[in-house]
């Protein structure tokens, strides 16, 4: 991913961030090509031992190349989101004949198809994916039988004999995502839900009201997912509700507060004393929560709340006359296990404090990993891990 005025956004590892320079070349490309994982696999930052590890592969996992290092010893993958490197001599060339799935090519179901949550129908059952949805694949299986795909927030497995490619005389839904560029004004279709990253498995950064100007300063690869800026963050909005704006010249606003009037929450918010983000946090209201604004600041950006008995300040920009639901998401994971005594931490870096020391041998619930940790739950006590002492 390109740099967006020197913000690394998303998790993505950036080469500069390390300090070490190392050549590439362009003769040993192999973007877009598929490999295969012949044993436990870490990744680093960079082409060499001497790069942090931020995480590990399994065997048997399928990975899209980048590009190769210039000594032809590592080669740079796109994982979970991250540019990471990996050792060229534990991966193959994905050669299986997997019904000629392509990855992140658009599919459909042909029958109503479990969902589960490994490539195996030993794996446990999470939700049931309907006949002729279109589905995109994230990954398959070493023996081509099964798919990854994500269905309404929730990530799984399904059996690639229940999956075909979408015809080309079909037109109700495109196989291409809506074409939008860099720098162009653009304004969205509908009431539509911005995220901190590109992609519905990440939180989301607000709401944008139908009509609200947005302007593109970076499309991903895949075309679907374009990054822009508003209020002053980076968040992301998926191209399909966006369409060409050519008359209005500055962004819609968020609608304003209305004393007295009942509003909805569109995020997590917190709850302060004043309005401004240094005054001291009184609570949180959850997403969805409906409340009444009593007073607001003289730019309207802050409104004054009651809630739980609690009289406060939240950030009208997460304010919304329309009941906006939660999204619901599947109490998904998978099981590992701990190969040492091993600190689970409040949040994922060293910096948090320790919450309790996991006894070497013990099973965990992994929920999510990360630039190196892994979102984790052992008895009762939930919290992060580094991921590669669980295996």
Same mark, same amino acid.
């Given at each position: 991913m390109r740099s967006?005025?020197?913000v690394i956004l998303g998790g993505v590892v950036v080469a500069s961030t390390i300090g070490i320079n190392y %050549?590439?070349?362009?003769?040993?490309?192999?973007?877009?090509?598929?490999y295969t994982t012949t044993n436990r696999l870490n990744m680093r930052k960079g082409p060499s031992t001497d790069y942090t590890l931020v995480g590990t592969?399994?065997?048997?996992?399928?990975?899209?190349?980048?590009?190769? +290092?210039?000594?032809?010893?590592?080669?740079?993958? %796109?994982?979970? +989101?991250?540019?990471?490197?990996?050792?060229?001599?534990?991966l193959q060339k994905d050669k299986s004949s997997n019904n000629d799935i392509k990855l992140d090519s658009q599919y459909e179901t042909t029958a109503n198809v479990n969902m589960r949550k490994g490539p195996s129908t030993d794996y446990t059952k999470i939700i049931i994916v309907p006949a002729q949805t279109k589905i995109t694949p994230i990954k398959s299986s070493s023996d081509g039988k099964w798919v990854q795909i994500n269905y309404k927030n929730v990530t799984g497995w399904i059996s690639a004999q229940y999956i075909k490619t979408v015809s080309t005389t079909?037109?109700?839904?495109?196989?291409?995502?809506?074409?939008?560029?860099?720098?162009?004004?653009y304004k969205t279709t509908e009431y539509v839900r911005a995220r901190k990253g590109p992609g519905t498995s990440y939180d989301v950064a607000t709401v944008l009201a139908k009509g609200t100007q947005v302007v593109p300063v970076e499309i991903l690869k895949s075309g679907y997912w374009a990054m822009f800026k508003y209020n002053n963050q980076y968040m992301?909005?998926?191209?399909?509700y966006l369409e060409s704006d050519n008359q209005s010249t500055t962004?819609?606003?968020p609608e304003k507060p209305i004393n007295g009037k009942d509003y909805y929450t569109t995020a997590n918010l917190n709850i302060r004393d004043g309005a401004s983000t240094?005054?001291?946090?009184?609570?949180?209201?959850?997403?969805?929560?409906?409340?009444?604004?009593?007073?607001?600041?003289?730019?309207?950006?802050?409104?004054?709340?009651?809630? %739980?008995n609690k009289t406060g300040w939240v950030s009208a920009q997460y304010l919304s006359t329309k009941s906006q639901a939660p999204e619901q998401k599947e109490d998904t994971y998978w099981t590992g296990t701990t190969?040492?005594?091993?600190?689970?931490?409040?949040?994922?870096?060293?910096?948090?404090?320790?919450?309790?020391?996991?006894?070497? %041998?013990?099973?965990?619930?992994?929920?999510?990993?990360?630039?190196?940790?892994?979102?984790?739950?052992y008895k009762s006590y939930e919290g992060y891990c580094s991921a590669s002492f669980i295996k």
């Open positions: 967006i005025d020197k %050549n590439i070349a362009s003769a040993d490309i192999v973007s877009q090509e598929i592969l399994d065997k048997g996992v399928k990975v899209k190349a980048i590009e190769k +290092s210039s000594d032809g010893k590592w080669l740079k993958i %796109n994982y979970n +989101s991250q540019n990471v490197w990996v050792n060229f001599a534990y079909q037109t109700p839904t495109p196989t291409q995502p809506n074409k939008v560029e860099v720098g162009k004004k992301y909005v998926c191209t399909d962004p819609t606003e240094t005054s001291s946090k009184i609570g949180k209201i959850p997403n969805g929560t409906k409340v009444s604004v009593v007073d607001f600041n003289s730019n309207k950006t802050w409104a004054k709340v009651v809630y %739980n190969t040492q005594n091993l600190n689970m931490r409040k949040g994922p870096s060293t910096d948090y404090s320790i919450i309790i020391t996991i006894p070497k %041998n013990s099973d965990v619930k992994i929920y999510e990993t990360k630039s190196g940790w892994a979102k984790i739950k």
